[in-house]
């Protein structure tokens, strides 16, 4: 088992930044890809981000490149996600997933998941 908990989201405005991070205890955090994902009211949940077990390799969704950076520490077993230019359509309940085969865009591939973070942008 890996328990993923997610830090407090926020309340930011257009233009602003967030660093949200995401703690992993259980199983060897190293082993798993870490994903980021968000859901929007209404909307089907959405990939944003994704880092390999060694943080070498890193992929996006189109919408957030060049503005959100996945980064990992596995000394202290947590991933972030740092946002920078949020936009109003960025506001979402953000989670973080971890894969032990690798980390994919459809969501399907993740083993755990958090319990997710509400992040708000207003205009």
């Known amino acids: 088992q890996v328990q993923l908990v997610e830090s407090r989201g926020g309340l930011v405005q257009a233009g602003g930044s967030l660093r949200l991070s995401c703690a992993a205890s259980?199983?060897?955090?190293?082993?798993?890809?870490m994903g980021w994902f968000r859901q929007a009211p209404g909307k089907e949940r959405e990939f944003v981000a994704v880092?390999?077990?060694?943080?070498?390799?890193?992929n996006y969704v189109a919408s957030v490149k060049g503005r959100f950076t996945v980064s990992r520490d596995n000394a202290k077993n947590t991933v972030y996600l740092q946002m920078n230019s949020l936009k109003p359509e960025d506001t979402a309940v953000y989670y973080c997933?971890?894969?032990?085969?690798?980390?994919?865009?459809?969501?399907?591939?993740?083993?755990?998941w958090g319990q997710g973070t509400q992040v708000t942008v207003s205009s």
């Open positions: 997933a971890a894969s032990y085969f690798g980390g994919d865009r459809t969501g399907q591939k993740y083993d755990y």
């Open positions: 259980g199983r060897t955090f190293s082993n798993y890809a």
């Open positions: 880092i390999s077990q060694s943080g070498g390799r890193r």
